[in-house]
């Protein structure tokens, strides 16, 4: 089956730190991963997608690359922003899910000042 | 830009009632979907839509109908609400595509409270 496990949160990390959220993925065949960034009281905003082995996506400072060897998809920031606390989704779509979209439990990350 | 619209950002109603949730979208896309999202149980898909008049079920569907009329609406229907409906709720759409690489663009939530 396919599904798609993200490091459970909260994260709370200082200004100008290092980000790094951990997915992994189980999907038959080659799927397409996403994720997915949800401000407070807001609705999801795609972020970065990526969809074949070895691409990166990117996005506002944020990267991901898509591992197939490790079936992973680790969002990572070199330096967060205040602004960039929100929760933080990943998810997967793939050959046999038609459009259906399988998302991880999200993670939610704060940022200190 | 995708725009999707959901009607209500926040409703409250009573056990018992027919709820009605709408959702626009102004892309032409073939697909709409419904989510309700909880605490720690992340995103549980309700119900989509490939196409006009057509539904599917999702991991969740009891308790909840749906209606596409129109390809740009898609409703979503709490029949006989109860209080365990008590949820935020998404709508997205995405373009159908060659593939399945089409990323899915969401609405910014209706959060339903049922006393």
């Known amino acids: 089956g396919n599904s798609v496990t993200q490091m459970e949160g909260p994260v709370t990390l200082s200004e100008e730190a290092f980000l790094t959220i951990n997915c992994t993925y189980t999907a038959t065949g080659y799927p397409s991963l996403f994720w997915y960034v949800q401000y407070p009281g807001e609705g999801l905003q795609l972020l970065l997608k990526?969809?074949?082995?070895?691409d990166k996506g990117s996005n506002k400072g944020f990267e991901a690359t898509y591992r197939k060897e490790t079936t992973s998809f680790h969002l990572e920031k070199g330096s967060v922003q205040v602004s960039d606390s929100a929760v933080y989704f990943c998810a997967l779509s793939s050959l046999n899910t038609g459009n259906q979209f399988y998302f991880g439990t999200g993670t939610s990350l704060t940022v200190i000042p | 830009d995708v725009k999707v619209t959901q009607s209500s950002r926040y409703l409250v109603k009573r056990t018992g009632e027919k709820v009605f949730l709408e959702c626009v979208q102004d892309m032409d896309h073939e697909n709409m979907f419904w989510y309700r999202q909880d605490p720690g149980l992340g995103l549980r898909l309700i119900y989509f839509?490939?196409?006009?008049?057509?539904?599917e079920k999702g991991d969740i569907p009891e308790g909840y109908s749906v209606s596409r009329e129109k390809k740009e609406r898609f409703s979503l229907i709490l029949e006989s609400a109860s209080t365990n409906q008590t949820s935020m709720y998404l709508c997205a759409s995405s373009f159908r595509g060659a593939g399945y690489n089409q990323p899915q663009h969401f609405g910014d939530g209706t959060r339903l409270s049922i006393l």
């Open positions: 990526a969809t074949k082995a070895d």
């Open positions: 839509s490939y196409d006009v008049k057509m539904k």
